[in-house]
């Protein structure tokens, strides 16, 4: 039994050291290359909450471009299953309070995320839709792609990119006279513990106080909030909702809600108006969708879930019923034609095809140190150009999907509550 047990250490030993080892080498590797690479030091274990302290050093180019410390816990919630975290992060000081700084070039703040991307294997479907909202000109987390070394040991490619919050260069508010909200209508099984929140009237759809949460504003503005999105309901599902100016859209920023279902739309995005739904008060103090987030299951990830044909969101709440609205589907006709002339299409290819490139070698990296293209696992054994030619039929596949998509709902859209 003690030559078994110690057999045993003997051999997870050698797996740690062979592991170590892994890390060591692609850690190396990582930083001779062309993206940023991301050191993270913790303290101690990262968990869901709350942050731990911990250093950051970011290199780029062979120069350091940010140290100093960080507050970080794993974000997240059906994406902590995956054995690829995904971080949240606060940049702090001495005293560890939250310290406004630009990463790599984004404008300064103190909360960041490193997005993971574990079962999106293009690694770049949140960027595709925050870049192409933003060539609408909506606001859209900003991001730049990195590699992230934690604790020695190689973690594989990441974003990094902006939390949701208002004010600065992030979510904007109304002007003068308002600090704004931000709300995030969603499921009732995406509640955390600590979320505050109230129910819409008519669907009984939770809505998160975000940004402020509710203990940080004045009971009276909670209630006022609450109320304006109650009103926007009640008259959404009223007989004379279609009314133009006593109907629902007295309520709604139209051209933010046209982009909003349009954007999701194009990219069928799964949890559209079912979780990760943001609202936001528009500049004459009217309620503002956006910005778009989260959008790791959509543009055909899953295959299986989200094929390039089909209606993605008629029957859910409240957008099922903007769709029985002619003048909406009007403005969303209107709208995607403009933007096809514009050639939004070919601006979301080009995109693809420079981040791919981008992240040729990178991507290698990712796949020894988690073997899994999206829903497919790879073998980490496999030689580079395997690994790239997989990484490139992926994107590929992507893009494909796009073009028939587009199409689609060129040919679709005029009809689109009638499916």
Request: glycine share 10%; charged share 25%; net charge positive.
């Amino acid at each position: 039994m003690d030559r078994t047990r110690t057999g045993r250490r003997i051999a997870t030993a050698a797996l740690a050291l062979a592991a170590l080892a892994f890390s060591v080498f692609w850690a190396s590797r990582a930083e001779a290359a062309g993206l940023p690479v991301v050191h993270i030091d913790a303290a101690g274990p990262i968990v869901d909450d709350p942050k731990v302290d911990a250093r950051m050093r970011i290199v780029s180019g062979g120069a350091t471009r940010f140290s100093g410390r960080i507050g970080i816990e794993i974000r997240g919630q059906a994406s902590q299953r995956f054995p690829k975290k995904q971080f949240g992060l606060e940049t702090v000081d001495a005293e560890g309070d939250g310290r406004d700084v630009s990463l790599l070039g984004l404008p300064k703040e103190d909360d960041w995320i490193l997005y993971a991307a574990y079962n999106d294997g293009s690694l770049l479907r949140n960027v595709v839709a925050y870049r192409t909202a933003r060539e609408l000109g909506r606001y859209a987390s900003r991001h730049r792609f990195v590699e992230v070394v934690l604790d020695g040991a190689y973690w594989g490619v990441y974003v990094l990119q902006e939390r949701l919050e208002l004010g600065g260069d992030r979510v904007p508010g109304p002007g003068e006279g308002s600090d704004g909200f931000l709300l995030e209508y969603t499921h009732p099984s995406k509640l955390d513990p600590g979320d505050t929140f109230f129910r819409t009237p008519v669907t009984r759809t939770p809505i998160v106080y975000a940004d402020p949460e509710r203990g940080d504003m004045p009971a009276a503005r909670a209630r006022e909030i609450a109320r304006r999105v109650g009103a926007f309901e009640r008259d959404l599902y009223r007989p004379g909702y279609r009314h133009p100016t006593q109907g629902y859209t007295r309520h709604l920023d139209l051209a933010a809600a046209v982009d909003y279902a349009l954007l999701y739309e194009l990219m069928r995005n799964h949890d559209a108006f079912s979780a990760s739904t943001f609202i936001h008060e528009g500049p004459d103090g009217t309620l503002a969708m956006g910005p778009l987030w989260d959008f790791d299951l959509s543009m055909g990830n899953p295959p299986s879930v989200l094929p390039a044909r089909g209606c993605s969101l008629c029957n859910r709440r409240w957008v099922g019923r903007w769709y029985d609205d002619p003048a909406f589907v009007r403005a969303m006709v209107d709208r995607w034609t403009q933007l096809r002339r514009g050639g939004v299409v070919r601006t979301m290819l080009a995109g693809i095809a420079r981040d791919s490139r981008a992240l040729s070698s990178a991507q290698v990296r990712n796949l020894r140190r988690w073997p899994v293209l999206g829903f497919t696992p790879v073998s980490a054994g496999a030689p580079d150009a395997a690994l790239r030619s997989a990484y490139r039929a992926e994107v590929g596949r992507l893009q494909r999907w796009i073009r028939e998509r587009a199409s689609w709902l060129t040919a679709n859209l005029p009809r689109i509550g009638r499916l």
